[in-house]
């Protein structure tokens, strides 16, 4: 059979389909990359491959939301670019990654974005997509957001408080920056940490003689981090924006956007394979090479007990997807920061590790079931960023992006037996339970048993349109209840102070006090209540002295 027909028919048979809201038993039936049919005994055209899958899980393939391959960033490019990184993400379940159109300020974004299409088309291995970078702020800026909406499938801008003179907006801009992804259905991603804080504090840890990788975490703990999750999300909130917090990275942060969760704001977040499996006292490792290696932004956290917390929040959905930001440079690249850690490259790996690492750490962990690890690995990030039901389940007309995984079988990672092209890998000697066997993408086979049958460009870009329901139906309630409403009274017709002159004296003096110029109904704490015994009109109304103190208005 050519492989043109068989690739074009599939048969998965005797596996257990693992979706976000069930696992079920199930043969699944594809013809020309599309899930045609599923169930037991079906009936199906003759010439179709045949996968064995008895005893193992077939799941949809992952969804990594975060990459970033071959990013041109601090002077370097990352080592793993849209052929290496795809072909990593194929082997280790991942069929699809949302990568970034990220470029300098003053950069038209519609130039950037051909400029990456460019670079990732003749490459990728799986299914692929882009978030916009919005790095500066001006009308062509506005304009160009809505034309990458409208004519070229974009529907995420990332913005970030971070990277102060590179990529940092202040508040005012990031302002209308929401104002605009909510004009036109897009969502807002955010690098959430304080920049100006974090270029006084490298300084500080300079002048103190601090060089090191450990110097890297010391100017940006997770207060640093948590401070700008609030105001992100405080300054979105404020125009009904939805607001996606990439790399969440500590507990503090992570406890801002669940409150914010539970207060009913449009928020998700999204922590990596980094803090999810390993924390930062590594930083502090004493062989450099080692310590540099972790250095990421926002930084690992020292706090031990960090991995967990957050496993745990993904589990109870306090957290919602997971990504990467796999942005890789070799151990020679990181040395170019040897005598100052601000110089050394920012990014670690994790595209081909992400689904075992949290197979490992919250499946077998007993944190979570598979269909919360299908949710949080594939499915809700097809929600959030609108590719459901295309992508992220296994279900009749989906595409058949899917992964064999078996959960028994362990895998011992090593920066000596991993397919990224980058030298080192953060979980390096990690023992993990969730191994791929087979990964299929758009109904290939392209990868079994640990071989790869990939072609450069085989991938495609996969556009998303705005407004995707998972988002946009909650920010379209939250409207209802969001709009400031003016409260109508009768013109304010009393005394009015008049402007000092040139030299700080009161034209005319005030006018004595008359009585009666305030009907306030008691509004609660903060002031001096004096009653108007003798207020006829008003019986029962109290005067409310302004918060913090007595007023010198005063009746009586
Ligand atoms: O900040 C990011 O997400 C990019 C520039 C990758 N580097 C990193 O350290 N996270
Ligand atoms: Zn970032
Ligand atoms: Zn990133």
């Known amino acids: 059979m050519s492989a043109g027909a068989s690739h074009s028919r599939l048969l998965i048979k005797g596996g257990k389909i693992v979706n976000a809201d069930r696992t079920f038993e199930a043969d699944i039936y594809i013809e020309n990359g599309i899930i045609q049919q599923i169930g037991k005994g079906l009936m199906i055209p003759g010439g179709a491959q045949e996968y064995d899958a008895t005893g193992k899980l077939v799941m949809p393939g992952g969804i990594d939301t975060h990459t970033h ?33 990220l470029d300098q300020k003053n950069v038209s974004l519609i130039e950037a974005y051909n400029k990456w299409r460019g670079w990732a088309d003749p490459k990728v291995c799986c299914d692929y997509s882009f978030h ?27 913005m970030f408080m971070a990277y102060k003179d590179v990529f940092m907006l202040p508040d005012h801009d990031l302002y209308e920056v929401y104002k605009q992804c909510r004009n036109i259905g897009a969502i807002a991603q955010m690098h959430a940490e304080n920049g100006d804080v974090i270029a006084h504090e490298q300084k500080r840890m300079l002048e103190l003689g601090i060089t090191g990788p450990e110097g890297h975490e010391l100017c940006r703990p997770e207060d640093v981090e948590a401070e700008a999750v609030l105001r992100a999300i405080m300054i979105s909130n404020r125009v009904n924006c939805p607001m996606y917090i990439v790399h969440v990275m500590s507990k503090s942060s992570a406890k801002v956007i669940a409150r914010a ?47 967990g917390y957050l496993m745990d929040l993904l589990a109870n959905g306090d957290l919602e997807c997971t990504g990467t930001d796999n942005c890789t440079f070799s ?11 601000t110089k050394i490259p920012n990014g670690v790996n994790g595209v081909e590790d992400r689904m075992s690492v949290i197979w490992e750490k919250g499946v077998a962990s007993g944190k979570m079931d598979e269909n919360r690890f299908v949710a949080v690995t594939s499915t809700n990030a097809a929600k959030i960023f609108n590719l459901y039901p295309r992508k992220g389940v296994i279900a ?26 980058v030298d080192f890998n ?5 023992v993990c339970h969730g191994v791929t066997l087979c990964t299929i993408s758009r109904g290939k086979i392209v990868y079994q048993d640990g071989k790869f049958n990939v072609s450069a460009g085989d991938g495609k870009f996969i556009p998303r349109k705005p407004y995707a329901p998972y ?17 109508e009274r ?33 509004i609660g704490a903060g002031g001096q209540h004096v009653n108007l015994a003798n207020d006829s009109t008003h019986p029962s109304t109290r005067v409310m002295a302004p918060p913090g103190g007595r007023s010198t208005f005063s009746l009586f």
């Open 69 to 101: 391959m071959q990013l041109p960033f601090m002077g370097h490019r990352a080592v793993d670019d849209f052929y290496t990184g795809t072909k990593a993400a194929i082997a280790g379940g991942t069929t699809m990654i949302l990568d970034f159109v």
């Open 396 to 421: 009749v007309g989906s595409d058949a992006d899917i992964v064999v995984w078996d959960p028994e079988a362990t895998r011992t990672i090593s920066a000596k037996t991993h397919h990224q092209a």
């Open 426 to 430: 953060i979980f390096e000697g990690m």
């Open 261 to 307: 969760r539970r207060e009913g704001k449009v928020v998700f977040g999204e922590p990596i394979a980094a803090c999810l499996g390993t924390d930062g006292t590594h930083y502090w490792h004493k062989c450099w090479r080692h310590a540099a290696g972790h250095v990421m932004g926002p930084p690992l956290r020292p706090d031990t007990t960090t991995p």
């Open 471 to 487: 988002v946009y139906k909650k920010i379209d309630c939250r409207q209802k209840t969001h709009d400031p409403v003016k409260v």
């Open 490 to 522: 009768e013109p304010y017709t009393g005394p009015v102070a008049t402007l000092p002159d040139e030299n700080g004296v009161p034209k005319t003096p005030d006018t004595p006090r008359s009585r009666n110029l305030h009907h306030a109904t008691s």
């Open 331 to 341: 151990g020679n690249q990181k040395a170019l920061g040897k005598d100052d850690f």
């Open 132 to 158: 916009v970078g919005v790095t500066w702020w001006s009308e062509q800026v506005k304009e160009e957001m809505a034309t990458l909406v409208k004519e070229h499938g974009v529907n995420s801008f990332k």
